[in-house]
Structures are given as C-alpha cells and as structure tokens.
C-alpha cells in the first residue's frame, strides 16, 4: 500500500528506464494480504482490489484481469493435503495462461514460493515451460532498469 498510497505515482512514472510495454501481467492478490479485509487495510475494495493493476499499469504493462487474482495459491495447505494445494497453484497457472498472461505478479512472499513450487510441478510433468511468476518488486525493478529480465520474458533494454 505504501506505493500505492504514499509515493507520488509520477515519481514513479519518472523512474521507468525500461517500460514493460506489450506485457501481460495477471496479479495474484493471495489470501493474506486481502483478509481479513478490516485488519489488513490493504485496498479500498478488498472483494474488487485494484491496487497491484494501479501499480502494475505504471511500469508500461498492462494488467490482465484474470478470473483466479483473488483465489488462494494453496500455500497454506501444502502441509496439511499437498494434493489440494497444489491443486489450487496449478489451477492458477492454467488459468492466467488461458486468459493471456505472460507474468504473474504477487506481493507475497508465501504466494511467490507457492508459484515456485507449482512451476517445478509443470516442468516435471513435462508440459511446456509455464509463464514466470515474479514479486512486484522484481516488475518495478526490471522497469526501473535494475533487474535484467527474466526467464521466458525479455524486454528491450
């Protein structure tokens, strides 16, 4: 929220080297940063969050609207039933990859690591090499000129 709400969005905007235009990113909001919604604070509408679009549009690329963004990555019940949250995290991947995303993007850490984990799922199965999924850091980062691309998505430098 701190990017969102405290940083001028034209700094921001004055510091994009390297826009990420014709980019897709689907963003993946994960459960914790949503709910529950009147501690965490995290966006005005937290059942129609917009604020990792807001961010993600100022980089250059655009936002996908993907019907999974709100859904859990399945990070929480990998140790409790793994067939079930891996189901949740390759149900995901499928998804953003039907509906157009080159990236998926999430703030959190426990999101990222999920993703990670489903990623190595698909390579194992022998499937095609699934889109990255990044932190947004990482996007403001390779935007900003300080992060070098990343596999399977490369933007002119």
Not at 110 to 126: A, N, T, V
Not at 127 to 134: D, F, G, L, R, V
Not at 137 to 151: I, S, V, Y
Request: glycine content about 8%; aromatic content about 6%.
């Amino acid at each position: 929220t701190l990017l969102d709400r405290e940083i001028d969005k034209n700094l921001i905007r004055q510091n994009i080297t390297h826009p990420l235009d014709g980019i897709k990113v689907a963003p993946s909001y994960g459960c914790h940063a949503l709910r529950p919604s009147t501690i965490t604070g995290f966006d005005d509408r937290p059942d129609a969050p917009t604020i990792f679009e807001r961010i993600i549009t100022l980089t250059g690329a655009e936002p996908v609207n993907w019907s999974k963004r709100l859904e859990c990555c399945g990070n929480p019940l990998l140790d409790k039933n793994t067939p079930l949250g891996e189901g949740f995290i390759l149900t995901k991947y499928e998804t953003a990859e039907q509906e157009g995303a080159d990236i998926i993007c999430t703030a959190c850490n426990y999101c990222h690591m999920q993703f990670e984990h489903g990623r190595e799922l698909i390579l194992k199965s022998g499937s095609t090499n699934p889109i990255p999924a990044i932190l947004l850091t990482q996007l403001l980062a390779r935007a900003m000129g300080l992060e070098k691309g990343w596999t399977g998505v490369e933007t002119a430098a």
